[in-house]
Nanobody, 123 residues
Framework: QVQLVESGGGLVQAGGSLRLSCAAS????????MGWFRQAPGKEREFVAA???????RYTDSNKGRFTISRDNAKNAVYLQMISLKPEDTAVYYC?????????????????WGQGTQVTVSS
């Protein structure tokens, strides 16, 4: 059983940056694809980014160029660097561990989830 704990959220002005961290315990992230999702108020949770064990990444079109996902298997951690933040990026951000090594972007393809960290971008 892998436990995931996110940190690094907060309040930032539009155009600012934040770096989210996700620490895994109780097991290794190993070859699992790791992902970040977010849920804005009144909206469904949506995919943000994912990184395979090989370092290959996937982003949504709205995040590409602004968000960078990375992982450190030695530290059992995943990161999401966000720049040029916009008010529409306001959401609770969740870290998730996929159940397989290939690239996965759908919620049902992820086994373990953190409790989330709030990101609020003011205009």
């Amino acid at each position: 059983q892998v436990q995931l704990v996110e940190s690094g959220g907060g309040l930032v002005q539009a155009g600012g940056s934040l770096r989210l961290s996700c620490a895994a315990s109780g097991g290794t992230i190993g070859s699992r694809t790791m992902g970040w999702f977010r849920q804005a108020p009144g909206k469904e949770r949506e995919f943000v980014a994912a990184v395979m064990w090989s370092g290959s990444t996937r982003y949504t079109d709205s995040n590409k160029g602004r968000f960078t996902i990375s992982r450190d298997n030695a530290k059992n951690a995943v990161y999401l660097q966000m720049i040029s933040l916009k008010p529409e990026d306001t959401a609770v951000y969740y870290c998730a561990a996929g159940r397989m090594a290939r690239m996965v972007v759908r919620e049902y393809e992820y086994d373990y989830w953190g409790q989330g960290t709030q990101v609020t971008v003011s205009s």
